[in-house]
């Protein structure tokens, strides 16, 4: 991992707006970055990053994985041998670029024949990739294991997203946990997306995690999902952008 990457992970319970925090991360990196290099890099199986950015995914890495796994199964050792070679390649073709950032999915996650090699293979070679950039952003599905299992074990920053739920912020303390253990991580903090209202802050426990920002119900976001708009088109006046651009202020990415 170069020491100038910024790799940020966005984690959390389903359903709290992790993907749309992320997308918004991603539009305000490439407004204040417009010369560095930054790599969105959808890890949630569920794939809306790619959705909320308005990216064209044609290829997963699991899909690559599935390839090499046909071959294995098949019985053609060697030539799953030149696909692992070629794997690095095929990694590049599954890069979307896009005007001021790439994209790469993840896929769906592991089935039940689980062929470690191959998967610490390609996330060796998503680090690889990730020293190409100065910034990267991690979408993660509900947990943290997957990001370490499957994208990276070293995040720089970690974003655990919540609603006000206590379910939610159980959730991201439960992650905090596993990360402690799981992830090097330089710095943490949470956002508390989708207040009702700034009443209910008083009844928030995090268990200690720092709080980025709190972001209360945005309407701009909800016509621009009914729309189908990419949230890169969010005005920057809406709660969402404002509250994520506090969140990287005070994690000292901005």
């Known amino acids: 991992m170069s020491e100038k990457a910024k790799i940020i992970a966005v984690a959390g319970k389903g359903g709290v707006g992790k993907t749309s925090i992320s997308a918004a991360v991603v539009k305000l990196l490439t407004q204040a970055y417009p010369n560095k290099k930054i790599l969105a890099i959808d890890a949630d199986p569920a794939v809306g990053l790619s959705t909320a ?11 690559i994985r599935k390839e090499i796994v046909q071959t294995v199964e098949d019985g ?34 592991e ?14 070679v998503i680090s690889l990739i990730s020293n190409d950039f ?11 294991e997957q990001i370490n299992r499957r994208v990276m074990e070293k995040v720089t920053h970690l974003i655990l997203v919540s609603d006000a739920s206590k379910k939610g912020t159980q959730v991201i303390s439960t992650i905090k946990g596993v990360a402690d253990e ?27 995690i720092p709080v980025l920002s709190y972001i209360e119900n945005d309407a701009n976001l909800a016509v621009y999902d009914i729309e189908g708009k990419s949230i890169l088109d969010l005005p920057d006046d ?17």
């Not at 089935?111 to 060796?124: D, F, M, P, T, V």
């Not at 991580?185 to 200690?208: M, Q």
């Not at 809406?238 to 901005?254: P, T």
């Open 182 to 208: 799981l992830v090097m991580y330089d710095k943490i903090g949470a956002v508390i997306n989708r207040l009702p209202d700034e009443s209910v802050i008083k009844y928030i426990d995090t268990k200690g």
């Open 111 to 124: 089935s039940a024949g689980c062929y470690c090699k191959i998967n610490s293979y390609l996330k060796e």
């Open 53 to 63: 950015l308005n990216v064209d995914v044609k290829m997963t890495i699991d899909d």
């Open 76 to 109: 053609q050792t060697k030539a799953a041998i030149e696909l692992l070679g070629d794997a690095r390649y095929k990694i590049f073709d599954a890069l979307v670029e896009t005007d001021g950032f790439a994209f790469i999915a993840v896929g769906r996650p």
């Open 238 to 254: 809406s709660n969402v952008v404002k509250g994520v651009k506090e969140a990287l202020e005070k994690i000292e990415i901005l």
């Open 134 to 144: 100065d910034y990267v952003v991690i979408d993660g599905e509900a947990g943290i």
